[in-house]
């Protein structure tokens, strides 16, 4: 019956009653010839065009469209930015990152080549970070007539967090409004830093490594005697690398879920941020160190230039 055939290929029963129609009819189930305006493009042009949008930097559509002119292809952008939807392009800022020196570049590959079979399962990763109150980026749907107004100051209210994880899981966060100094990293390091190694690696300094990246404070005598004194193994790290750290991603991840929250007082925001953290899970800290292999990977591949991550 209909029914039968429904359920044994997953689909609705009008779906079955429509092509057994068909197949009566005419006794021929393709696709019948459409009416209408006739595709602008070819395969060829449809490849062109993506080709060309994901290996030129910065490309508009309207570049696009001279470039495939200058070849002989009658198309006009908006045609072009049809296509470029079709295989799953969106029109939005590029991604910011760092420039990069050369110098920066043949530093990353040479650590990237020196740690490419490394073992990350005994990296306790780290990093600061500053989030600020009601500066969430929330995009609305607009209609005319219809005001929606976000209210915002020039210099909003803001906190500065610290935090660690590995992959045994996250560590602990720490939040701060005074400037960071290196007076300040040392407490940071002995209240988190300590207290999370010995959760998590309770053998001792010499069973674990510390990842942390090339900011002035961490370079500083103060925080570099205080980590000899406290046997801290500290992990070689290249410069202008924030790609290769995946705690960059937990932040992203904790920036999206605030920016979802409607907060008030800057009270209630470190209690958000806490929260936050907490509800992070370790199978998340287990995908982002189990992720390094791969970014190391890239970074081979790019030859020392920014990946992906």
Same mark, same amino acid.
């Given at each position: *019956?209909? %029914?039968?055939?429904?359920?044994?290929?997953?689909?609705?029963?009008?779906?079955v009653r429509?092509?057994?129609?068909? #197949?009566?009819?005419? !006794?021929?189930?393709?696709?019948?010839?459409?009416?209408?305006?006739?595709?602008?493009?070819?395969?060829?042009?449809?490849?062109?065009?993506?080709?060309?949008?994901?290996?030129?930097?910065?490309?508009t559509?309207?570049?696009?469209?001279?470039?495939?002119?200058?070849?002989?292809?009658?198309?006009?952008?908006?045609?072009i @930015?049809?296509?470029?939807?079709?295989?799953?392009?969106s029109?939005?800022?590029?991604?910011?990152k760092?420039l990069?020196?050369?110098?920066? @570049?043949?530093?990353?590959?040479? #650590?990237?080549?020196?740690?490419?079979?490394?073992? #990350?399962?005994?990296?306790?990763?780290?990093?600061?970070?500053?989030?600020?109150?009601?500066? *969430?980026?929330?995009?609305?749907? @607009?209609?005319?007539?219809?005001?929606?107004?976000?209210?915002?100051? %020039?210099?909003?209210?803001k906190?500065?967090?610290?935090?660690?994880?590995?992959?045994?899981?996250?560590?602990?966060?720490?939040?701060f409004?005074q400037?960071?100094?290196? !007076?300040?990293?040392?407490?940071?390091?002995?209240?988190?830093l300590i207290?999370?190694?010995?959760?998590?690696?309770? !053998?001792?300094?010499?069973?674990?490594?510390?990842?942390?990246?090339?900011?002035?404070?961490?370079?500083?005598r &103060?925080?570099?005697?205080?980590?000899?004194?406290?046997?801290?193994? &500290?992990?070689?790290w290249?410069a202008?690398?924030?790609?290769?750290n995946?705690?960059?991603?937990?932040w992203?991840?904790?920036?999206d879920?605030? *920016?979802?929250k409607?907060?008030?007082?800057?009270?209630?925001? !470190?209690?958000?941020?806490?929260?936050?953290w907490?509800?992070?899970?370790?199978?998340?800290?287990?995908t982002?160190?189990? *992720?390094m %292999?791969?970014?190391?990977?890239?970074?081979?591949?790019a030859?020392?230039?920014?990946?992906?991550?």
């Amino acid at each position: *019956s209909n %029914k039968d055939i429904s359920e044994y290929i997953n689909c609705s029963v009008k779906t079955v009653r429509h092509w057994i129609d068909r #197949w009566e009819e005419n !006794e021929d189930l393709c696709d019948l010839s459409r009416t209408g305006r006739p595709r602008a493009t070819s395969a060829k042009t449809d490849s062109k065009i993506i080709q060309i949008a994901k290996n030129v930097q910065n490309v508009t559509s309207d570049e696009i469209c001279n470039t495939l002119e200058k070849e002989g292809v009658d198309i006009n952008a908006r045609t072009i @930015r049809r296509r470029l939807r079709e295989n799953g392009g969106s029109y939005g800022p590029p991604t910011k990152k760092p420039l990069l020196k050369e110098t920066h @570049r043949e530093q990353r590959l040479i #650590w990237a080549q020196q740690h490419k079979n490394y073992n #990350w399962n005994n990296v306790i990763f780290t990093d600061e970070k500053t989030f600020k109150l009601g500066n *969430s980026g929330r995009k609305v749907w @607009r209609f005319p007539g219809v005001k929606k107004v976000v209210r915002t100051v %020039k210099h909003p209210p803001k906190l500065h967090v610290w935090g660690c994880f590995s992959r045994n899981g996250f560590g602990r966060l720490i939040v701060f409004d005074q400037n960071l100094t290196g !007076e300040l990293m040392c407490e940071l390091y002995e209240s988190g830093l300590i207290s999370t190694a010995e959760d998590q690696f309770p !053998e001792g300094p010499t069973s674990w490594f510390l990842q942390e990246d090339n900011d002035p404070k961490h370079k500083s005598r &103060v925080a570099l005697d205080w980590k000899y004194d406290n046997q801290i193994q &500290v992990l070689p790290w290249p410069a202008a690398s924030p790609d290769q750290n995946p705690i960059e991603n937990v932040w992203s991840i904790m920036k999206d879920i605030l *920016s979802k929250k409607t907060i008030g007082t800057l009270h209630e925001f !470190e209690q958000e941020i806490i929260a936050t953290w907490n509800s992070l899970s370790n199978d998340l800290a287990v995908t982002l160190v189990d *992720s390094m %292999k791969k970014r190391v990977q890239c970074l081979i591949e790019a030859k020392g230039d920014y990946t992906s991550y």
